[in-house]
């Protein structure tokens, strides 16, 4: 989901830039750039770029200034890890915000909300499970896509709300009428796009997943 500047008081909006700055300065330092010095790699992560791009231009928007739309960072961060997956996400929304879908303003909580966050939390879901779960092909999938795509939607959608509320941006009742009410049907698709999406690429472009590992969670199962 996206938001405009204009629904946030300045002060928000430097504190948005400033924790996304952050991210963005640990993400290209920690980027694996060798990986991208193999040009099949570089075109899986321009790929996702392109594929985010196009994911973000299909929306709708829940109230002036506040725009949904199917996030697909879940898959994008099991692909390419934290690092490669903020920077993706952020190419892909700076493109977005380019062609006028969301004014400038609105670009600093948009990445917050749209890239870090739901990229950090793939990845602390992530290793999680690596170190408290079986290392299972369908446990990679069921958890890692699956359900972590619905369970970091309904997170951030209450976290925004939330914001939302207190900020009185909106009333409580135009939030719930408009958009709460349709966030378990939000979430579902986006659960079904980050898990199948995992699926057929374990299955078919394995070497696509850097999180993925045919050793680690196939071989000997």
Known sequence: MELSGSLFHPAW??????????????????????????????????GVIVFLFFL???????????????????????MLRWSLAVLAGAIALLAVTLTGLNDWSGLPPSLFFAVVLPATLTQVILGITRAYAPKHFFVYVLV?????????????????????????????????QNFLHL???????ESMLNGWLAAIIVAYKPHWIGSFSDEEYLHGK
């Open 13 to 46: 909006l430097v504190l948005f830039a400033a924790l996304v700055a952050v991210a963005l300065f640990y993400a290209l330092r920690w980027a694996d750039w060798t990986r991208l010095r193999d040009q099949r790699q570089q075109h899986v992560w321009l």
């Open 183 to 189: 966030v378990p049907m939000m979430a579902f698709p």
């Open 56 to 78: 973000w231009n299909m929306r709708v928007e829940i109230q002036p200034g506040f725009f949904w739309h199917l996030s697909g960072m879940v898959i994008a961060t099991l």
């Open 144 to 176: 890692n896509a699956f359900l972590a795509g619905g369970l970091i939607f309904l997170f951030i959608s209450l976290l925004v709300v939330g914001g939302l509320l207190l900020l009185e941006v909106f009333p409580w009742h135009e939030l719930k």
